[in-house]
């Protein structure tokens, strides 16, 4: 299977809110020679607020995000779909992705009325590289120079872990540059630790780790906690049933049946301590798993014997009430959450259904002047919302008047709502991060900042204008 590396440069860091301002791909056989790339950049949308501190990072400035020649955001994720589709399938793999990148993608997708879920679906599958770099150097310390911050912990940012390996990385934070970084990482870890890249790279298929998790009466699994890895010897309970790419795994350093004698209450507490006995481990993101017999002997010396090990956990296989009471306590322990009103925290809320696919397709393939009628017809509320701002950021001349009007002035709304009544950034608030940066020491970032103050002062008079 080929490999397919990115990377994307956004106006923030809020993975709902935040959009993508520059995607960058590469497309690698098996053993990790390219074979293609992709780059591409689009404009700011109209009711997103870049954030200053983003913009200093990436070094994108207010006349880049508001090039007319650049593609609008809907013409940038309609390329990035196309091109991602034709790769396919693929393992998709990012520095940091699962928790950014991939998050921004799939809301890319969703607020363009495409289906969010391309890089897991019809034979495609994820990795992060983040965590197998912190998970490879744990088991087999060395294989990489590792940077340390400022508190001496080991850091696994590519802008510093990539030049101190190799990398000559002049293009930090630019989407095609740590791409490219996390390319040369990933080969790096294949030259010098090939076992453990086959086998990260092994377990990215869902099935493959269901499979083997219910097959192994035990094994290792690796997380990363405020970076640093940490390693467990556990045995699989079970699936959450509310969510059946969540696994749940009892860590074997515990003696189940010290357990099994707690009152409910008392387990609960017991599980919600630290160290916890019992982890999720998520299926459909590439989890860093490993056979027992494949865990290093320095990582394996500090975990339970084996005998230990195959007694625990042929007693929790063998008490199946234990296992499910176990779950049922993980799952009562979290906390329910409040439905959001806003709809881009409604993603998950449910998947969409055939009709409202059907329609969706329809759209894309629809004149600009016959896309609102077909909104008409979807039966998701959250589909309609987002197909209306579609629509006034894309052609706002195809709306009827009195809907272009109304929208025009919830935007204004949404752009100089007061502080810490949404979650979104501002134009107030954004203006005040810009001014306390340029009263720092912005350096060589002062005229970036300058010219988005101009326009963000440019921008609030309008929206104050469209209100009046």
């Known amino acids: 299977m080929s490999f397919v590396f990115y990377d994307t440069e956004t106006t923030g860091t809020d993975t709902c809110f935040d959009q993508i301002l520059q995607f960058g791909a590469i497309k690698t056989d098996h053993e990790l020679r390219e074979l293609e790339r992709f ?36 013409e940038m994720v309609r390329a990035i779909k196309a091109r991602l589709e034709a790769w396919s399938p693929a393992v998709f793999v990012g520095h940091n992705s699962m928790r950014f990148d991939e998050t921004l993608l799939r809301q890319a997708f969703y607020k363009t009325l495409h289906d969010p879920y391309l890089t897991n679906t019809n034979g495609n599958c ?39 390996n190799g990398f000559p990385h002049d293009t ?16 790096l870890l294949s030259e010098r630790a090939g076992d453990y890249w086959s086998n990260f ?50 860590d074997l350093s515990n003696d189940p049946e010290a357990f099994a004698a707690l009152a409910d209450a008392d387990l609960s507490a017991r ?48 008490n199946e009430g234990f296992a499910q009471r176990l779950i049922a306590a993980m799952i009562g322990a979290r906390e329910a959450q409040e439905p959001s009103m806003h709809v881009e925290e409604q993603i998950y809320d449910s998947f969409t259904g055939h ?52 929208y025009e002035a919830d935007v204004a709304k949404r752009l100089m709502a007061a502080e810490d009544t949404v979650p979104w950034r501002t134009l107030p608030q954004a203006l005040r991060e810009t001014d306390a940066l340029l009263a720092g020491s912005p350096g060589d970032g002062a005229p970036l900042l300058k010219g988005l ?16």
């Not at 930090?172 to 080969?187: F, K, N, P, S, V």
């Not at 409202?356 to 009628?373: E, I, L, N, T, Y």
């Not at 209306?388 to 894309?394: K, N, T």
Request: with cysteine; net charge positive; aromatic share 8%.
């Open 201 to 250: 790279v092994r377990f990215a298929p869902k099935a493959a780790v269901l499979d083997f998790v219910e097959a192994n009466e035990f094994f290792s699994f690796t997380d990363v906690f405020f970076g640093r890895a940490y390693s467990w010897m556990v045995t699989a309970l079970g699936r959450n049933p509310d969510y059946d790419s969540e696994v749940f795994v009892f």
């Open 172 to 187: 930090a934070h630019d989407a095609m540059g740590d791409t490219e970084a996390t390319l040369h990482l990933c080969r």
């Open 126 to 164: 994820r990795l992060d590289s983040l965590p197998i770099l912190q998970a490879a150097n744990f088991f087999a310390p060395g294989i990489l120079s590792v940077p340390v911050n400022a508190r001496n912990q080991p850091t696994f940012s590519l802008a510093r872990l990539a030049p101190l």
């Open 453 to 468: 103050r101009e326009y963000l002062v440019r921008k609030s008079e309008e929206a104050v204008a469209t209100m009046a």
């Open 355 to 406: 009709e409202d696919q059907a329609v969706m397709a329809a759209f894309h393939k629809a004149a600009w002047s016959g896309r609102a009628g077909l909104l008409d017809r979807l039966d998701d509320a959250r589909l309609k919302v987002l197909g209306e701002r579609l629509l006034y950021s894309e052609t706002p001349e195809a709306m009827p008047a009195r809907d272009r009007s109304r």
């Open 39 to 74: 780059e591409i950049r689009c404009r700011l949308l109209p009711h997103v607020v870049p954030s200053p501190a983003a913009l200093l990072t990436n070094g994108l400035g207010v006349e880049r995000l508001t090039a007319p020649a650049l593609p609008s955001h809907y």
């Open 271 to 318: 599980l919600a301590g630290s160290p916890k006995p019992v982890r999720r481990l998520r299926a459909n993101a590439g989890p860093c798993i490993l056979p027992y017999e494949d865990v290093s002997a320095q990582v394996r010396v500090r975990m339970p014997g084996i005998d230990d090990l195959r007694r625990r956990a042929a007693w929790i296989r063998g």
